[in-house]
């Protein structure tokens, strides 16, 4: 495995995987569909994976041993109702089908804890079931299986991280630390509702090396990329506000009984392919307020 | 629900399908990949639906109000691990979108038994877990899960029909009763393994008739398309060994335990749809040794 495709590699996630690749000393060809930036460690390339000419001729021009697929509609909040979702299904499997075709071997394909039924509460590969909310965690849930299928038939390497509650600079404004971190940064007061329920959250970059080592490994299938240290979202939120030096300005109410626990079995990340997070989450959190309130000033 | 657009037309299924909704007075637009037939019922087109292009001019030129999509890989037995299920999921996913954008309001699709989880025995739309064994299985259950969020997201009524076991005049030679049919016709010694297996069977022409009934009612969601009258293997093939007046020739073998029973709930399609067979199964399957062997005559 030397030369390795990134897909959304100007993504949230993307943007930390292109880096861990090239410092790894691989060929790694980055690709994004704006413009591409000014870095020379990897070889970019401009492409709207949805057109099949486009997708047809960054494949065939790139010729990859491996394949790391984070590019899909990701637009929060509106990417769990989006109908693009089932162009990126279609388009993930013509692109998958495309790179095997021309010798492809290996491929890490972004999945999502939103692809498991939520009321299971810790949720494992093996044996919690599949049963999405969305439409954006029915077309995730229905490519893993898919994909997954068509390896183990082709002898193609198929594995899919399935991400859970990712957090970290860059993230979209509309999500919990950032819109937070902006309220109080404003003096405004903020509400966190649902401030008992439990969630694995995992750093952005964490969870970029966490896929750089499942694609490093010879795991295949389904594989939860979280930190398997679950947090309450209130203690989350008061981290924030604490960093924003504005816990008089924070509420935080409880949620409805429904999906209160969402939490990651990580032995397969942490036993087949033996990666574990190297710093706790809420140090992290606390870097990503830093981040975020400075960004903010 | 007055223009309705069949694909499949000409397929082993479809072929029943357009028959029935052009004597209910329906406006049929068919579709086929291979010549159109000589059938002045429905209005034929001949479109290769893997094509984006053909795919969008064919339902931008008809307008229907109603797709009934039966085409997909189909060859047995090589459907079952067919790369172009993979092919076949991204254009049913487009076709849909695109005939929805265009102001098609009711869809039925194709789906099968295979994406249950055959360990289950008596399978249940609402309570058996999808676990296909096969990527014709597996691709179909995507596809129907895809479809069924996508039409409650959008408003699309979407209605998946999975198919039990069809069977009746024009099915593969590799199937259960051509095989064995022309096996005995020749003279042949035939052996039928998995004989105390049971198998919810159906007759093709019913099960066009359940999907047309499915069509016509305002169901959404998956429904099983079966008799509802289970049937050992074996005992149909000593059918077809007595209708061809050669029980002589017919030795019958136990299967592995495993996949012992596959059977359908029917209360969806019974109750909610309003279909029952009106001829029995085995009375059916006479019908089609008796087409089969004057075939082979």
């Known amino acids: 495995m030397k030369r390795i495709l990134v897909t959304g590699a100007r993504g949230f996630v993307g943007r930390h995987v292109t880096p861990l690749l090239a410092a790894s000393g691989y060929d790694v060809h980055a690709v994004t569909n704006h413009e591409p930036p000014n870095d020379l460690t990897c070889t970019w390339h401009r492409a709207n994976l949805i057109d099949e000419s486009q997708r047809e001729a960054l494949i065939s021009a790139v010729g990859a041993d491996a394949l790391v697929h984070l590019a899909w509609t990701a637009r929060p909040p509106h990417y769990w109702t989006d109908p693009e979702n089932l162009r990126w299904l279609s388009a993930t499997l013509e692109l998958v089908r495309s790179f095997s075709s021309r010798g492809g071997t290996r491929v890490v394909g972004a999945g999502t804890c939103a692809e498991y039924d939520w009321s299971t509460g810790h949720c494992s590969e093996r044996s919690t079931p599949l049963r999405p909310a969305s439409l954006?965690?029915?077309?995730?849930?229905?490519?893993?299986?898919?994909?997954?299928?068509?390896?183990?038939?082709?002898?193609?390497?198929?594995?899919?991280?399935r991400l859970f509650f990712l957090f970290g600079p860059g993230d979209a404004p509309s999500r919990?630390?950032?819109?937070?971190?902006?309220?109080?940064?404003?003096?405004?007061?903020?509400?966190?509702?649902?401030?008992?329920?439990?969630?694995?959250?995992?750093?952005?970059?964490?969870?970029?090396?966490?896929?750089?080592?499942?694609?490093?490994?010879?795991?295949?299938g389904a594989v939860n990329i979280a930190s398997g240290s679950p947090a309450r979202i209130g203690d989350v939120a008061r981290a924030v506000a604490e960093h924003a030096k504005r816990p008089d300005l924070l509420s935080v109410e409880p949620g409805p009984s429904q999906d209160a626990v969402v939490t990651a079995d990580v032995s397969r990340l942490r036993g087949e392919v033996g990666w574990r997070p190297q710093v706790d989450v809420m140090a992290r959190i606390d870097e990503t307020v830093r981040w975020t309130l400075a960004q903010a000033s």
Do not use: M
């Open 176 to 220: 919990l630390i950032p819109s937070l971190t902006a309220a109080l940064a404003r003096g405004e007061r903020a509400c966190c509702r649902a401030g008992n329920h439990v969630r694995d959250f995992i750093y952005v970059a964490d969870a970029a090396a966490a896929l750089v080592a499942l694609l490093e490994s010879e795991v295949t």
């Open 136 to 161: 954006y965690g029915t077309t995730k849930a229905a490519c893993g299986s898919v994909l997954e299928r068509y390896g183990q038939q082709t002898g193609l390497s198929v594995a899919w991280g």
